[in-house]
Antibody, heavy 121, light 107 residues
Framework: EVQLVESGGGLVQPGGSLRLSCTAS????????MSWVRQAPGKGLEWVAN????????FSVDSVKGRFTFSRDNTKNSLFLQMNSLRAEDTALYYC??????????????WGQGSLVAVSS | DIQMTQSPSSLSASVGDRVTITCRAS??????LAWFQQKPGKAPKSLIY???NLQSGVPSKFSGSGSGTDFSLTISSLQPEDFATYYC?????????FGGGTKVEFK
């Protein structure tokens, strides 16, 4: 069974940093593109980034470029989201998801349960 | 970026009703369209991909149609477990974008 478990969320002040992790199991992690998708409280879904299987390439939404970095450790079946210079508008539940449809920019069949990031003073 | 416009943003329906949600893309996306269901406090669940392909394990009361820029999700006979928010998503190009969601509520 595919499982994705996020961790590392919490409360952080504006301008601060936080690192999210996503631990995968039940599939060959190193073979899949992975994504981060976020959802602000009471709002819709917003794609954040995709990372390719070996971690050498990423795509991300413009609003996080230069502030967020994306990486993975295939030896530990883990995905990481390093968030710097956090803003109030980054407050959201952050999901990791497995890219199951490779066409175009991809879509997902499998999602984690999310990790909540709150940016507030 | 491709804008995805869902309508309605919410609807009230009764058990047994046939419900249709529409999604319009700001440009043609072929059939690179997915639908998700999300219940409160839960992660999104994949329902349909490629505009009309039913995800494994999803009941056949859900169906997708459309092509180009106009798509729809239909629930043939609404059941209590179907009250949720539904999102469309295009994956034709970067960035992948979602519709604003349609909340299906009990009448």
């Amino acid at each position: 069974e595919v499982q994705l478990v996020e961790s590392g969320g919490g409360l952080v002040q504006p301008g601060g940093s936080l690192r999210l992790s996503c631990t995968a199991s039940g599939f060959t992690f190193s073979s899949y593109w992975m994504s981060w998708v976020r959802q602000a409280p009471g709002k819709g879904l917003e794609w954040v980034a995709n990372i390719n299987p070996d971690g050498s390439g990423t795509f991300s939404v413009d609003s996080v470029k230069g502030r967020f970095t994306f990486s993975r450790d295939n030896t530990k079946n883990s995905l990481f989201l390093q968030m710097n210079s956090l803003r109030a508008e980054d407050t959201a539940l952050y999901y990791c998801a497995r890219v199951d449809i490779l066409s175009g920019s991809g879509s997902w069949f499998h999602w984690g349960q999310g990790s909540l990031v709150a940016v507030s003073s | 970026d491709i804008q995805m416009t869902q309508s309605p943003s919410s609807l009230s329906a009764s058990v047994g009703d046939r419900v249709t949600i529409t999604c319009r893309a700001s440009q043609g996306i072929n059939n690179y369209l997915a639908w998700f269901q999300q219940k409160p406090g839960k992660a999104p669940k994949s329902l349909i991909y490629g505009a009309f392909n039913l995800q494994s394990g999803v009941p056949s009361k859900f169906s997708g149609s459309g092509s180009g820029t106009d798509f729809s999700l239909t629930i043939s006979s609404l059941q209590p477990e179907d009250f949720a928010t539904y999102y469309c998503q295009q994956y034709y190009s970067y960035p992948p974008t979602f519709g604003g969601g349609t909340k299906v509520e009990f009448k």
